[in-house]
């Protein structure tokens, strides 16, 4: 994977995580800064990569979806179906990443989504056995390794286009 291409699934990631309230509209920001570094460049992106933090609250939910647009990507509405799975995805990436443990990652979709998203219904139900760990016969290591297959079935669906557009000026 090229470095643009890992640029763009991050933004994307950051876009649909800051859709769920997952992350800061500065995550985003700072997310455009480095892929302008990596060699994404769009009007669009310049602009919301130029948002100081004080103004990212303000001004993220106006500049993103032109920023993301711009670079083929998707732009998922607030708590949408579509952002849910992007986000769950997202988190999935963050924690084969070593960015969260596999009970954070677990507990945060559990949290975030319970049983209702069939995507991480399975992600819930570990973050169950979690829970009784001490009353069977399962281990922490166990649970560990179901999640990290649990996750890398849903990172090999960034949903990123394989060749993003770069229009320089």
Not at 32 to 55: I, K, M, N, S, Y
Not at 114 to 125: C, D, F, I, V, Y
Not at 136 to 150: F, L, M, S
Request: hydrophobic share 45%.
């Amino acid at each position: 994977m090229t470095s643009t291409e890992a640029a763009a699934i991050a933004l994307q990631d950051h876009a649909a995580l800051w859709s769920m309230g997952e992350i800061r509209a500065s995550d985003v920001v700072n997310a455009a800064c480095d892929a302008l570094v990596a060699g994404l460049d769009t009007p669009g992106l310049r602009v919301l990569a130029a948002c100081t933090r004080a103004e990212a609250d303000y001004d993220v939910h106006e500049l993103l979806p032109e920023a993301l647009n711009e670079l083929g990507l998707t732009f998922y509405p607030v708590v949408s179906d579509a952002g849910q799975q992007a986000a769950a995805r997202a988190l999935a990436r963050h924690m084969l990443a070593g960015e969260l443990t596999p009970r954070e990652f677990t507990f945060r979709i559990h949290q975030r989504y319970g049983h209702e998203l069939p995507l991480t219904e399975r992600l819930a139900e570990l973050d169950d056995e979690y829970d009784v760990l001490e009353f069977g016969d399962r281990t922490v290591d166990q649970v560990d390794a179901d999640v990290t297959t649990e996750a890398r079935r849903l990172a090999a669906h960034p949903h990123v286009p394989a060749d993003p557009t770069d229009t320089p000026s």
